[in-house]
């Protein structure tokens, strides 16, 4: 039975993805900060990935355990509106600490589990709003936490490479969430069924891009 870890699972995308996965009979590990998964037969683990005491117990809790996908899926939009006049710099460290450094601490401390598995993935949630090619200049706070996000990504795919673990940055597109609003395009649904179908055909070579939900290659 594979294994999926799916950080930030307690709502969203992230429990949209534990669902599909359990669903499709993987074995779920799920960080929450509050609650369980109980209900979709998925396995949780109370943890904040911005303490990263909690993030380093979370690894030796499973060490030893491998993880065929590790999914850093928790992240936060942050304050809204923020532009150059009005920036809250107290709200942006916290979108870096959860979006780049919460990932960063949770890689650390299972890449050994990843390395052991057979599918041997890391993903990460960015965003397109990530990608400094096309960027546009809004949600400026929260589009640099995706893109320092991305680096992160691209340079553990380097890094990593000789253990033959992926590394992989993917958009879910605009979705139907407490962060994308109901005015957007795609529900829960339909952009994890897209990044379930990306996740499976990444190959060796794919380590260290990006892609779309729909399997598009988006420019760095």
Request: aromatic share 6%; glycine share 12%.
């Given at each position: 039975m594979p294994t999926i870890l799916i950080t930030g699972a307690g709502r969203g995308l992230g429990l949209e993805l534990?669902?599909?996965?359990?669903?499709?009979?993987?074995?779920?590990?799920?960080?929450?900060?509050?609650?369980d998964l109980e209900k979709i037969g998925a396995e949780s683990f109370k943890v904040d990935v911005t303490d990263f005491g909690e993030v380093r117990k979370l690894?030796?809790?499973?060490?030893?355990?491998?993880?065929d996908i590790l999914f850093c899926n928790a992240g936060i939009i942050g304050k809204r509106g923020m532009a150059l006049g009005s920036f809250d710099y107290a709200d942006w460290?916290?979108?870096?600490?959860?979006?780049?450094?919460?990932a960063a601490a949770v890689i650390e401390a299972l890449v050994d589990n990843v390395a052991a598995s057979e599918r041997k993935?890391?993903?990460?949630?960015?965003?397109?709003?990530?990608?400094?090619?096309?960027t546009s200049g809004m949600t400026?706070?929260?589009?640099?936490s995706k893109a320092a996000l991305n680096l992160l990504a691209k340079a553990l795919a380097e890094t990593l490479r000789p253990r033959g673990v992926i590394v992989a940055a993917l958009s879910p597109g605009w979705v139907k969430t407490d962060m994308g609003g109901q005015g957007a395009s795609l529900t829960p649904e339909v952009s994890v069924r897209g990044l379930r179908k990306v996740l499976g055909g990444l190959r060796r070579e794919d380590s260290g891009k990006f892609f779309s939900h729909d399997g598009s290659q988006i420019p760095w």
């Open positions: 534990a669902r599909q996965y359990a669903a499709d009979g993987w074995r779920v590990i799920g960080t929450v900060r509050d609650g690894g030796t809790k499973l060490k030893g355990e491998p993880l460290e916290k979108l870096l600490r959860v979006n780049l450094l919460g993935t890391i993903a990460v949630m960015s965003s397109r709003l990530g990608s400094i090619a096309e400026l706070p929260y589009s640099t």
